[in-house]
Structure formats: C-alpha cells, structure tokens
C-alpha cells in the first residue's frame, strides 16, 4: 500500500500537482515511517513545491537515514543552493546586545 502512495507522488510530482504529491509522500510514511526513500521522496516533493525549510529539514532527515544515497544527498544539495534559502535558516542567530 506504501509503494502505491509512493507511486502516486512521483506522478503527481512530474505533473506538477505539488499538493498532491506531499499528500501522497506523506501518505506512505505513514505507513512506513522508517523508509528513507519516501523521507527522501516527501522532501523533494516539498522542494518543488517551493517549501524549502521543511524540505531541507526532510531531506537532512534522509541522508542522516543513509548517508550512502547519491540521490537524497543530490536532492539536499539542490536545496541548500537553492536561491530562495533563507539565511537564517543556515547561519547561527547572535545574541543582541544589550
């Protein structure tokens, strides 16, 4: 049933129904909470859907699954390059001055 939903989000994905596709992705982890593959699929969806915080949380949570997956650490890479990256999601906050 997993790879049904699975199956669904990559379609949905190619056709550009990101709703859909993050629906379907998080649909399998449902049922599958601990396969890297649909964590790595869920954060690509949320990356063409323009989420980009969350996808780069998602796809961190993949590669740190199997840091060994070419494709979930290519997918992470295109995220943290991405143009639409906030800054502050990647620099450490300093503490004001008082």
Request: net charge negative; charged share 25%; hydrophobic share 40%.
């Amino acid at each position: 049933m997993a790879v049904f939903h699975q199956g669904v989000g990559c379609c949905a994905g190619h056709e550009g129904h990101h709703d859909e596709a993050i629906a379907a992705s998080r649909a399998a982890l449902a049922l599958e909470p601990k396969n890297q593959e649909f964590v790595n699929d869920l954060g690509w969806s949320l990356y063409q859907a323009g989420i980009l915080d969350e996808a780069r949380a998602t796809l961190e949570r993949a590669v740190a699954m199997d840091p060994t997956d070419e494709l979930a650490a290519e997918n992470l890479r295109i995220c943290r390059t991405h143009p639409g990256m906030r800054k502050a999601s990647r620099v450490t906050h300093r503490r004001q001055q008082t």
